[in-house]
């Protein structure tokens, strides 16, 4: 039994940033049946990407293995990919989503309001759907996702102690509408912050601050997290 499993993790969905480690998502999941993956390449890496990294994407698209396009998005704290590259291809993730009928998993960093401006005027020309991963924006930001049909996840920086701000949000978003995750190895929560790299079987600790915040035993949002798992990743 893996350490997942001990923790109450039955499913893990493996998320890929560039062509290389999109293709090393689906061979996970060929080797574990709890997971599947995500194939994508991220706003931080899309500058590095060539023609044919795009097309290894779309083919890797189409593998059963596969529930969700991503990590896809926008990002200014960083400044290595130019703005417009970035839109080109979270454009290209989003025209493949469509096509496959698959949901997207969106990152932003810096620019919360900035790019919920320009999803919504892509979905307004054709719906997808699509998680808001790891989500640190306002309430107001939150509300605007959900009014388009988007699923908001949190990952460990609800649990930290100056996430007061990440924890009003969590509590405001409809619980059939919220989701929680790692965003390993990165964003360990608390009490193991800066103690370890981030891993599936921690998600039980950002999921139990949550259930805190909701008025929930760990086991209700539990049940309820997977039932919106299942209908967000409807391929799973």
């Known amino acids: ?71 896809t998005g926008l990002d200014r704290y960083w400044q290595d990919c130019p703005w417009e590259t970035q839109l080109h291809y979270l454009s290209l993730h989003i025209q493949l989503a469509r096509e496959l009928d698959l949901p997207i998993v969106i990152h932003t960093r810096d620019c919360v309001d900035e790019a919920i401006d320009w999803l919504e005027a892509q979905y307004r020309s054709q719906p997808f759907s699509a998680v808001m991963h790891s989500f640190t924006g306002s309430v107001a930001a939150a509300r605007r996702c959900l009014d388009i049909g988007f699923y908001i996840s949190f990952a460990g920086m609800v649990t930290f102690k100056n996430g007061e701000d990440i924890r009003q949000v969590a509590a405001d978003v409809p619980l059939d509408r919220l989701l929680v995750e790692t965003d390993s190895p990165y964003l360990t929560p608390h009490p193991f912050r800066g103690q370890k790299p981030n891993h599936p079987a921690l998600v039980q600790h950002t999921l139990e601050c949550i259930s805190s915040l909701r008025g929930l035993s760990p086991q209700e949002l539990s049940a309820i997290e997977a039932d919106n798992a299942k209908r967000l990743f409807r391929k799973w």
């Open 1 to 71: 039994m893996t350490l997942a499993e001990e923790a109450g993790v039955h499913g893990i969905l493996c998320v890929g940033t560039t062509a290389e480690d999109s293709a090393k998502c689906i061979e996970i999941a060929s080797s574990f049946s709890s997971v599947r993956a995500a194939v994508g390449i991220h706003p931080n890496n899309c500058h590095e990407a060539t023609e044919g990294d795009w097309k290894l994407i779309e083919a890797m698209a189409r593998d059963p293995r596969v529930v969700a396009i991503g990590e």
